[in-house]
């Protein structure tokens, strides 16, 4: 584990834009990837803009009744078709968006193969986005858990949450074109697929623009 600043987060099933910001600012990333796994958080769940407002999408994991289980060991269920149920809701959510068509290849595997552990879905998602944002900040991952990091270090992993309200220290919300704003209005932070179907090639520009301090 470096000693020098870093920005620690959780892995997310396609992550909100905040949390790809931070891939913008001057620290080492790092993703953890020995915690137990935390509940109805972005760990695989997302939010998307659909045609009667925000609308989540879970994917299912296996768990034991009583017993925790460490996210790096964590298996996703395929018990239920919620592969063509995200993919439905995407699709029925974004096709009329501009860069809608121009991301769709990219993605469309990840809903027609299936991933044994959590974590290798998501991280394989989050490099494509990554390359698609141009980003060219490297990440690494957590060699051990720890509760608590030195303060210099900015942990993310839980404050960055869908039930929590957590206002970014380095990220200012900027209002671009949604599909639904015309009838529901700007809605902030929502998965990143919201930001790269409405901005496409503009989305890197936005979040730098974004950023507010490093």
């Known amino acids: 584990m470096p000693e020098k ?47 009667n407002g925000p609308l989540t999408l879970v994917v299912p994991v ?4 009583f017993h925790k289980t460490a996210i ?9 078709n919620w592969q063509a149920n995200h993919w439905r809701s995407i699709t029925s959510s974004y096709k009329s968006a501009p860069f809608f068509e121009f991301y769709i ?12 552990y959590l974590i290798d879905f998501n991280t394989s998602l989050m490099k494509i986005f990554l390359s698609h944002l141009d980003i060219k900040q490297e990440f690494s ?24 309200s957590f206002r970014s220290p380095w990220f200012k919300n900027m209002e671009y074109t949604q599909v639904f704003s015309p009838k529901h209005g700007f809605i902030p932070n929502l998965s990143i697929l919201d930001l790269l179907f409405n901005l496409g090639p503009e989305s890197a520009d936005y979040l730098r623009e974004s950023i507010i301090t490093c």
């Open 5 to 51: 600043a870093s920005i620690i987060l959780s892995t997310t099933y396609l992550g909100p834009i905040y949390y790809y910001s931070s891939f913008f600012l001057s620290y080492p990333v790092l993703i953890e990837k020995n915690e137990n796994y935390l509940k109805q958080s972005y760990r695989n769940r997302c939010i998307i803009y659909g045609a």
């Open 62 to 65: 296996q768990r034991g009744s």
């Open 72 to 80: 790096n060991e964590l298996k996703i269920d395929y018990d239920t």
């Open 105 to 116: 290849d990219d993605l469309i595997p990840f809903y027609q193969q299936e991933s044994r």
């Open 141 to 164: 991952f957590t060699k051990s858990f720890k509760n608590q990091y030195p303060s210099k270090m900015l942990d993310f992993r839980e404050k960055i949450h869908p039930k929590k």
